[in-house]
């Protein structure tokens, strides 16, 4: 897998991959994220990327050249799966679109900044827009960093526990029960007594209840329909 990320502050992205799972992933040549600075892309004599809006108005756009020739530039080198744009107003983001991603070769995201890229560059060439939540970032560059991060994760190899993945919370529709590690008891607080038992069945039983219990409480949202659990 492929992740090719088109930014005007590519600082900002150095740190979440250079680091923990998304670094081994690299290692193990499972991933690769490149990132762009899209002011080198820029035509302009003082490398502007963005420009007053049309009609008026606070707030600066970016514009449509260095974005273009970025993106064209990529899709002579290989094809793209999708063009993604992060924008508080693209579709919000959940783990079925994470596992779909999951499953592709080659991505572009393109990170908004000030009031949004021109409209042109949407129409012409981004094939999905995503959010991450309900909520106004200063940029994409966190929200593409949280995507890649999550599909990343997902790819066959990269954790150390290939299971795991499958266990996360959200994969099964639900949240995930409460887990402990040593010591049994701490200041009188005590595991549940039923983890020490070994006996794989009933701890099965208590952490399916568990989550189901904790799914209830904290998203009752997750049991209506099943359309967070199918791949869209
Ligand atoms: Cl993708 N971008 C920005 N700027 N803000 C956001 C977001 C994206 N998702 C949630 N808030």
Do not use: W
């Not at 049309?54 to 707030?59: T, V």
């Not at 995201?109 to 959010?131: N, P």
């Amino acid at each position: 897998m492929r992740i090719d990320i088109l930014t005007v502050v590519p600082d900002l992205l150095e740190g979440p991959f250079s680091h923990s799972i998304l670094q081994r992933a690299h290692e193990k040549g499972l991933a690769e994220v490149h990132v762009h600075n899209i002011r080198d892309y820029s035509t302009d004599k003082h490398k502007n990327v963005d420009d007053y809006q049309y009609g008026g108005g606070a707030g600066m756009v970016m514009a449509i050249q260095p974005i273009a020739d970025c993106i064209e530039k990529l899709q002579k080198e290989r094809d793209y799966d999708e063009v993604i744009y992060m924008t508080p107003d693209g579709e919000v983001y959940e783990q079925s679109r994470a596992n779909q991603l999951s499953l592709h070769k080659n991505l572009i995201l393109l990170c908004g900044h000030y009031k949004g890229v021109d409209e042109r560059i949407r129409e012409r060439f981004i094939t999905m827009e995503i959010s991450i939540g309900s909520y106004v970032l200063s940029g994409g560059e966190l929200a593409a960093a949280v995507v890649a991060d999550s599909i990343i994760r997902l790819i066959p190899g990269v954790l150390n526990n290939e299971t795991s993945a499958l266990t996360d919370s959200f994969q099964d529709g639900l949240l995930s029960p409460p887990v402990y590690t040593r010591p049994a008891e701490y200041k009188g607080m005590k595991v549940p007594e039923v983890l020490l038992s070994g006996n794989f069945k009933k701890i099965e039983d208590y952490r399916e209840q568990e989550a189901l219990k904790r799914t209830r409480q904290r998203r009752p949202d997750l049991f209506k329909g099943t359309e967070n659990q199918t791949t869209k």
